[in-house]
């Protein structure tokens, strides 16, 4: 079992950024891939990012050239650096893993969730 517990949301203004973290813990947390998701009210939960345990990454269109995943096998922590946050970005932002080197933009197919925390950008 693995839990995962995600930091760092707010409130920012349109322009700003936001680093959000995501700390593993428990049996063979971290070892697999690690995805960031969103999910905005009334939209269903979307891919924002993933990175394999060889730090392989992966974005979304409407991430790339703005957001940046990485990780910290050390401390078990994944980090979703976003810069450039617009409106459109507001959301609860998941941290997700799963067991594997393959990634995935499919929600389904992770096996481990954190709670989620929300992020919102006012204009």
């Known amino acids: 079992q693995v839990q995962l517990v995600e930091s760092g949301g707010g409130l920012v203004q349109a322009g700003d950024s936001l680093r959000l973290s995501c700390a593993a813990s428990g049996r063979s947390a971290g070892s697999g891939t690690m995805g960031w998701f969103r999910q905005a009210p009334g939209k269903e939960r979307e891919f924002v990012a993933a990175i394999t345990r060889y730090s392989v990454t992966y974005y979304a269109d409407s991430a790339k050239g703005r957001f940046t995943i990485s990780r910290d096998n050390a401390k078990n922590t994944v980090y979703l650096q976003m810069n450039s946050l617009k409106r459109e970005d507001t959301a609860v932002y998941y941290c997700?893993?799963?067991?594997?080197?393959?990634?995935?933009?499919?929600?389904?197919?992770?096996?481990?969730w954190g709670q989620g925390t929300q992020v919102t950008v006012s204009s």
């Open positions: 997700a893993a799963r067991e594997g080197d393959f990634w995935s933009s499919r929600p389904i197919l992770y096996d481990y």
